[in-house]
């Protein structure tokens, strides 16, 4: 008999009802956040109850200001602003939903607070009212995003219809080269696979190349698996899942530890499963990646060029590339250390965990920022951890601005965000037009990479840095 | 949720592939509650200066205005999960997007408010794009019970559906009250698996 995929082993064992091959899956935790203001309404609209508050945790992260935070909301000079913020505290203390509210020292964003509290565990079903729930697949864990509408039933009913994703491993061999992290690797997926390149599928990450990651990168790398349009990405749990688990706030404790450890052993994908697609890719060919279009897929090593449109021989994709390179600004060919950019933003809930700011540290000790960059903590725990190491002034003393905790310039509505035109190096998710303001034009990079950039000021390979 | 049956419209073809939930509503716009002002969101940023004035786009000009049904290229709707992207095609008066390929997500959030996604193969997509073009105001039939749409040359094309999915909109089924057909289900599953995992719920 086949083995099971981790994948199927969390699915099948979440299942409460079957209807014509739409299955009724049992929520373990909702994770949501001041946008998830659409589904409280509905819920109001409806007179329903959360079922189960204490399996939901909301989080302020979206709108929170970045700076200034002394005065808790009232301090947040934009009333609309405000209001959403206040808005998750009324409607979460009104359904005795957990708030990582603003004046929290634990406050973050709602990818990096639950794994650092302990609250996402392997072999959960997560459900997020935010894409990048997919996040939480780095424990070996079933997460994906939902809309308002779904989010508002988990809520109501602590259960999701869900119709069942196909399986796609991705397995990296072999060793990630100096200088390249996890960041890099998942853009060169995405840059391989396509931005639907996962559609319909739920990816396991595999390899020696993955299981070598901390746990820090396996969440950027699970973070961005909706990049590539899957519903998630997960790796399985092993020692370092363990390790990082043990001892957090909510992780089980005493003989709790010991059930949940022996179920967590037996969640991994059998040897002998089979998957409905895979690919493997080289781990020590993948070098620092840099998008130069308006979506995640259209990126490159540093080391190259934006393409040449001319020897694009598919009509549909020349004038896509075209397309974007207008938006963007970028000259057909062009090397991609070519690119003066106007700022950096280090942070989002991709790449603002501990080890992110580590490595960005680490580059930004070697000179001096020649353009404006931030560095935005993804919570109140990171932040005090950087703190504690002395990362913060590394950062003051090469010209950084040190700011608090929030999704800040990755979503840009808290107030956070380029002007039209501006070019930003920024270690988030998306590339989107607009995404980081109307006009606005950005650069995916990882947290060193983006720290190279604030130094010399273009697009740079943080390894020739490195180096010396 | 309002049934989608049958609908003759007005459509409207967007050749751009890839088209993400920031275009159809930038993000700024999420703190909306849903009305009749996402029918000015959709596509804010494509349509619309800062200072208010309208740009060159397809929905800023007769007959597109009135458009009903988007004729869309592959992986409509990726990126963020946002809900409000789909009030801004709603409130737009589009209850039909047809496409290559559309995003999960983006595809359930149409679905639970009755909009209609069609997968057709991207020829054939391509194809009533071309037609769209060729005669501006052109109108596209979409008949879910019989899953056809009839392009504006009047040729029939057969879409797959999930059969679920189907029903629910025929019928404008709420997800709630098929949920609440389970609960004795869900009870014993609940209590059940707190057996299981006691950790889950320990202090």
Redesign the interface.
Known sequence: MAGKTMFEKIWSRHV??E????V?L?V?RAYVH??S??AF?QLDK?G?RVARP?QVFAHADH?VPTTGRDRGIEGIAIP??R??VKLLQTNTAKHGVTLFGIDDPRQGILHIVPPEQGIT?PG?LIVG???HTSTHGAFGTLA???????VM?VM????L?Q?K?ATLRITVGGKLGFGVSAKDVILAIIARIG??GG??HVIEYAGTAITGLTMEGRMTLCNMS??A?A?AGMVAPDESTYAYMEGRPYA??GA??K??LD?WKSLPTDVGAEFDKDVAMDGGAIAPMVTWGT?PEQAGPVTGNVPDVRNVGDD?KRA?YE?ALDYMGLQSGMPLRDIKVDRVFIGSCTNSRIEDLRAAAEVARLGRATIPAWVVPGSGTVKAQAEKEGLDRIFIAAGFEWRDPGCSLC???NGDQLK?GERCASTSN?N????QG?GGRTHLVSPAMAAAAALKGRLTDVRDLLKH | MQPFTKLTGIAVPID???I?T??LC???F??V??GPKHRDILFH?RRFN?DGSEKEHLLNVEPFKRSQIVVAN??WG???????A?YALYEFGIRCVIAP?F????S??CA??GLLTVVLPDAECAAIRKQLRERPGATVSVDLAAQTVTDAKGQVRRFDI????KKCLLEGLD??A???Q?QD??EA??AA?RKE???????
């Open positions: 409460i009802a209807e014509e091959g739409e009724l049992y373990d001041e946008g203001s659409h309404a409806r329903r204490q709108y609309e602003i209001n959403m565990q959960l009212a935010d894409s994906f995003g939902a809309g308002a509408s779904e039933h109501a009913m602590q259960q219809w119709r994703p931005v639907d559609a319909g909706i990049e349009g519903r089980p404790k709790n530890w059930k949940a179920a979506n549909n896509e397309a979503t840009a509505i039209p998306r989107f037009r607009g995404r109307t | 751009e592939p890839n993400d920031n275009q930038p993000t700024r999420n703190k509650p849903r940023d800062a592959r992986n990726g990126g963020s999960s946002r809900e409000s789909v390929s995003a999960d997500i983006h359930n959030n639970k408010n999930h059969p679920v999915r997800d709630i098929r949920t609440e389970y289900r869900f599953f609940e698996y995992r006691p950790w889950l719920y320990a202090g």
